[in-house]
């Protein structure tokens, strides 16, 4: 009753998910502030620098932790600190609400991203398609994708898929019923309220309205986009974006 | 050691341990599906057990050897032929350079798998009782065991009844991202939505048409289908090893004993 701040849903659960992970979890809502919570929360988890600790993968509203067995025994024996893999568990999101109550500003600072689209009816082939059923003009379409900024909730489906959100209601658009089996890698597309480049050919089913001449993932320089990031799309011209491509990198 | 592949097989890979590290930007983690037989393989050769080799479906790759060196075969048995001449699986075999590897049947199991090494490698006794032990775990008809995920609470109670006393079947949509499974129809109690949220290796997802699919070595990093639980590392193995239309039941495991399980296991590979 005295708790009148607390915001029960930014605070952390956990379950042993398996014999191999470790799942932290929020309020199960695709929400900007509690996947703010999740980035801060998985900053923390990184900073340990446990190396049992194989991936620690942020998503909407969870952090899931992968980790090695052997080596994440050879770490509770080495500690001394945590009694066992749950106790372990438990410790983080205790240690991770003092540092919350002693420190004002987080490890997690997300970087911003300028992303230039071209909207080209050639590259968005459904942006004509979602413009009619919107009532409104290609270009007030165009406007309001670039309006706003967006944030990385996660990465999945491909290396370097980030789903990003939200999209201004007015534009939102359901994923097709039935993927296409083609879509060009560069590709932006809509699915409701998410907002996504795809980063390599692949099938897909989102509405396409535009493509990046940006390579979105590469097995060297990996994710243009990291979990957390905030992003921006520019509108450029088919003319910028042949002259971005053929620039050598 | 070089070798060439001069006809291409079904579906054949080189493989290591998995790439840990880029899940969180969608980089799957991929590796050896039948860890145990990977190791086991490595092991025979004196290699690091984690060492790339070739991980073989039917029909299989043929293979020329461009030198001389050793290799062991384990897995799956789709009878090997070394120049023609049958070769066991499980032991130190020298091949020469110009030599012909080929698979001619599948006799057992699905996967087979091919390590090497120029070094002589040293006979060791131990290897035996391993070996015994692996084929043991992998092909003895046993329960899959698991531990319930977050979505284990969701379901009605006549699919978690059916989940833990009726069997399942391994299906043709199998491969190295998930198997699917066929069996009764499972469903949650109320038709909530899920966000997708990071899977593991063996984690059961349960899909719109109320049938379940396992995950296996190159799952995408999140999924957002209600997950179910976990087959534990040590079952996968076997999992891996099931050809299509073979006979699954489930039965629940807690964390302490498929610890224990896996670290026994391990401790004897590195023994």
Not at chain 1, 59 to 79: E, G, K, N, P, R
Not at chain 1, 186 to 214: C, E, F, H, K, M
Not at chain 2, 74 to 90: M, Q, W, Y
């Amino acid at each position: 009753m005295l708790k009148i701040n607390k915001n029960e849903s930014q605070s952390w659960h956990f379950k042993a998910m398996g014999d191999h992970s470790l799942f932290f979890y929020l309020d199960e809502r695709m929400d900007e502030n509690i996947n703010t919570e999740v980035h801060h929360f998985s900053a923390f988890i990184r900073t340990k620098n446990i190396s049992a600790f194989k991936d620690i993968i942020p998503s909407y509203h969870a952090v899931t932790i992968v980790y090695a067995i052997d080596q994440l025994y050879a770490y509770l024996d080495s500690s001394k600190k945590y009694l066992s893999l749950l106790h372990l568990a438990e410790s983080f999101i205790e240690e991770y609400e003092i540092f919350k109550q002693q420190h004002t500003s987080f490890q997690y600072e997300p970087n911003n991203i300028e992303i230039p689209v071209c909207y080209h009816p050639l590259f968005g082939i459904d942006l004509v398609k979602i413009a009619a059923e919107k009532n409104k003009d290609v270009e007030e379409i165009i406007q309001i994708h670039c309006s706003k900024i967006y944030r990385v909730f996660c990465l999945g489906f491909k290396p370097g898929f980030a789903y990003m959100g939200e999209v201004d209601k007015s534009i939102q658009s359901p994923r097709h019923p039935k993927p296409r089996p083609f879509v060009d890698a560069g590709s932006v597309g809509i699915a409701g309220s998410q907002t996504g480049i795809y980063p390599s050919d692949s099938p897909g089913g989102w509405q396409i309205i535009g493509r990046t001449p940006l390579t979105v993932f590469d097995p060297i320089h990996l994710a243009l986009l990291n979990p957390g990031d905030l992003v921006r799309f520019r509108a450029i011209t088919k003319e910028e974006f042949d002259a971005i491509k053929n620039i050598p990198s | 050691m070089k070798i060439q592949i001069i006809k291409k097989g079904i579906a054949d890979s080189l493989q290591n341990a998995g790439n840990y590290g880029n899940q969180h930007i969608g980089v799957q983690v991929g590796g050896f599906m039948d860890y145990f037989s990977a190791q086991l393989a490595n092991k025979i050769l004196g290699n690091p057990l984690d060492k790339e080799l070739y991980e073989i479906h039917f029909p299989a790759s043929h293979f020329r050897f461009e030198e001389d060196g050793y290799i062991a075969i384990t897995g799956a048995n789709f009878v090997p032929v070394l120049n023609e001449k049958s070769i066991p699986l499980h032991e130190i075999i020298h091949v020469k350079k110009g030599d012909l590897l080929q698979f001619l049947k599948p006799m057992l199991g699905r996967i087979s798998y091919l390590a090497m090494t120029l070094d002589k490698p040293a006979l060791t006794l131990t290897n035996r009782k391993l070996i015994e032990k692996i084929d043991e775990l992998l092909f003895t008809p046993a329960p899959m065991r698991f531990i319930p995920g977050p979505a284990w609470n969701d379901l009605d109670t006549s699919s978690i009844q059916a989940i833990l006393h009726e069997p399942f079947q391994t299906t043709l949509q199998s491969n190295r991202m998930g198997f699917q499974l066929e069996g009764p129809a499972i469903k949650t109690i109320v038709s909530k939505s899920y966000l997708s949220a990071g899977v593991t290796r063996g984690t059961m997802q349960l899909l719109p048409n109320g049938q379940i699919i396992i995950l296996m070595a190159d799952h995408q990093t999140i999924g957002g289908y209600p997950n179910l639980g976990q087959i534990i590392l040590v079952d996968l193995p076997r999992l891996a090893q099931m050809v299509h239309h073979t006979t699954i039941h489930f039965s629940l495991c807690n964390l302490s004993m498929a610890h224990e399980q896996y670290q026994f296991i391990q401790a004897q590979f590195t023994s």
